[in-house]
């Protein structure tokens, strides 16, 4: 019985687990980057927040000193575009985009939130190489327009500047609903729920236990957008379900 335990154990660790890696940083005022490496399907996933009235841009591995060097960059316009540096001027577009624009909502209160996907390494030598094992810290220099604009020009001096985030290992994943994500937190007109599992129900209460919002989940999903315009500001509790379980989350609204 020990034997086929122990068996199935490995089974599992070994072909149905993964192991991630996760950085979150503000690069500024309404420019923020959450990086998520997956040792299992070999993909790098990058949630990017910019201003919607105007384009910006994130370069991978530019350090601070350097910003018109070559790299890579990805810059939002109208649409995403995979770029590299090539001194002054503006990016030139590679002949191959590896980025997937996985979800583009609409945006709210002004802010614009993607999320992308690409292979942790790849043979492109424009882009900036992630291997799981030896991927701990990233620098990054960013670029916004000056003015409400989607025509990419000169961002100015004021506009530009260099980050470093540090990754974390988040161990094997979990399945629960207790790995359920909600972010940004604290938040303001709007949070997200991200599970990974399918959520069924969710419920959002007061501090006193009042429940305040019920939020709608179409057919089973695992993301939802969550909008608390009009919410008093405070601590208040998600309870989330699914058909199994059910867990509980704090959000502060700001």
Not at 21 to 49: D, E, P, W, Y
Not at 53 to 68: P, T
Not at 115 to 144: H, K, V
Request: glycine share 8%; charged share 15%; net charge neutral.
């Amino acid at each position: 019985m020990k034997k086929i335990t122990l068996l199935l154990f490995c089974l599992l660790h070994f072909s149905g687990f993964s192991q991630s890696k996760s950085a979150s940083i503000v690069l500024t005022s309404g420019l923020t980057a959450q990086f998520t490496l997956n040792s299992n399907t070999n993909k790098v996933t990058l949630v990017l927040k910019g201003p919607s009235d105007r384009w910006f841009a994130i370069g991978l591995g530019v350090q601070s000193g350097f910003g018109m060097a070559d790299g890579d960059v990805l810059v939002y316009t109208t649409s995403l575009s995979d770029r590299n540096y090539v001194g002054t001027g503006a990016p030139a577009t590679d002949a191959s985009q590896d980025w997937t624009v996985i979800s583009n909502p609409t945006p709210v209160g002004g802010v614009r939130t993607l999320t992308l996907e690409r292979a942790l390494t790849n043979s492109d030598a424009n882009d900036f190489q992630l291997p799981y094992a030896t991927t701990n810290t990233i620098d990054l220099a960013w670029a916004r327009s000056a003015s409400a604009s989607t025509s990419l020009a000169n961002h100015g001096t004021g506009n530009r500047g260099f980050a470093s985030a540090t990754f974390t290992t988040l161990g094997v994943e979990d399945f629960s609903l207790n790995a359920t994500s909600v972010y940004p937190n604290p938040a303001s007109g709007e949070f997200f729920i991200k599970a990974k599992t399918k959520l069924s129900k969710i419920n959002l209460y007061s501090q006193l236990g009042a429940l305040v919002k019920t939020v709608p989940v179409a057919d089973d999903a695992r993301e939802v957008q969550v909008e608390v315009n009009g919410i008093q500001k405070g601590v208040y509790f998600l309870e989330l379900q699914n058909e199994k379980e059910k867990s509980w989350k704090k959000i502060i609204l700001e």
